[in-house]
């Protein structure tokens, strides 16, 4: 069976975190976006925050959704910040200077 990614969304107080766990890649889109969607018309929402520590994988595609939920969420006056970057994924983020874009740890 493939590695199908998880986007579980948890509430805190202004924030929410999205934990993501597996491949972040093209096959992902639809868990990704049903997993924002909601958060962009959120009023309790302020900032959100892709936590990155379960995934070791994403590819291009996957750098798109991340501009995709950057440009969704700015424009409803959101901050979006990463976390739990490590290894291969900060590598790619890096590569593609992801760092100008979010705040990334």
Same mark, same amino acid.
């Given at each position: 069976m493939e590695n199908r990614m998880q986007a579980n969304v948890?509430?805190?107080a202004n924030k929410t975190v999205i934990k993501l766990n597996g491949r972040f890649d093209f096959n992902t889109h639809r868990e990704f976006r049903a997993a924002y969607e909601p958060l962009v018309s959120d009023a309790d929402?302020? $900032?959100?925050i892709v936590d990155f520590s379960g995934v070791d994988y994403l590819d291009s595609s996957a750098l798109g959704m991340l501009l995709?939920?950057?440009?969704?969420?700015?424009g409803a006056g959101k901050e979006v910040a990463l976390t739990g970057v490590r290894?291969?994924?900060k590598?790619?983020?890096?590569? $593609?200077n992801f760092g100008k874009l979010f705040p990334i740890s």
């Open positions: 948890l509430k805190e929402t302020h $900032a959100v995709m939920l950057r440009d969704k969420l700015g290894g291969n994924v590598q790619v983020l890096d590569i $593609a």
